[in-house]
C-alpha cells in the first residue's frame, strides 16, 4: 500500500502540469481560432467584389452563394465544434488543445474554397 500511495503521489505534480500545459495551449489556441473566425468573416464580405469584373456574358451568381454559404456555415461548425470538444475534451479530463487546433483549420480551408468559389462567381 506505501509503494501504491507513493506513485500516485509522485504523477501528481506530473498530472497537473500536463493539465496546467494543456489548458494554457487550448486558451492560445482558442485566441487563434477567434482570429481566424474574425478574418475569414471579414474577408468573406470582400466576395462580391470579384464579381466587379463581369462582362457581358454576366456573373455566376450561385457561387457566389455558394462561396458564402461554404465560408459561414463552415465558420459556425468549426466554432460549435470546438466549443463542444473542448468541453466534452475538459469534462473526460482527454486533451483539449486539439479541438481548437481543428476549428483554426477548419476555418483556413473553408476559406479558401469559399474564394475559390467566389473567384468562379465573376
Known amino acids: 500500500m506505501t509503494s501504491m500511495s507513493h506513485d500516485r503521489a509522485g504523477e501528481g505534480p506530473q498530472r497537473s502540469t500536463r493539465r496546467t500545459i494543456d489548458a494554457v495551449v487550448t486558451a ?15 474577408l468573406s464580405l470582400l466576395f462580391p467584389m470579384g464579381m466587379d469584373s ?3 456574358a454576366g456573373c455566376q451568381e450561385g457561387y457566389l452563394t455558394a462561396a458564402f454559404a ?20 475538459a469534462q473526460r479530463r482527454v486533451m483539449m488543445w486539439v479541438w481548437p487546433l ?11 474554397v469559399g474564394l475559390n468559389l467566389a473567384e468562379r462567381a465573376g
Open 102 to 112: 481543428l476549428g483554426a483549420t477548419t476555418i483556413a480551408v473553408v476559406l479558401i
Open 28 to 42: 492560445l489556441f482558442i485566441i487563434v481560432t477567434i482570429v481566424f473566425a474574425a478574418v475569414a468573416f471579414f
Open 70 to 89: 461554404v465560408t459561414w456555415g463552415g465558420i459556425a461548425v468549426a466554432v460549435v465544434g470546438t466549443v463542444v470538444g473542448v468541453v466534452t475534451a
Open 54 to 56: 463581369c462582362g457581358p
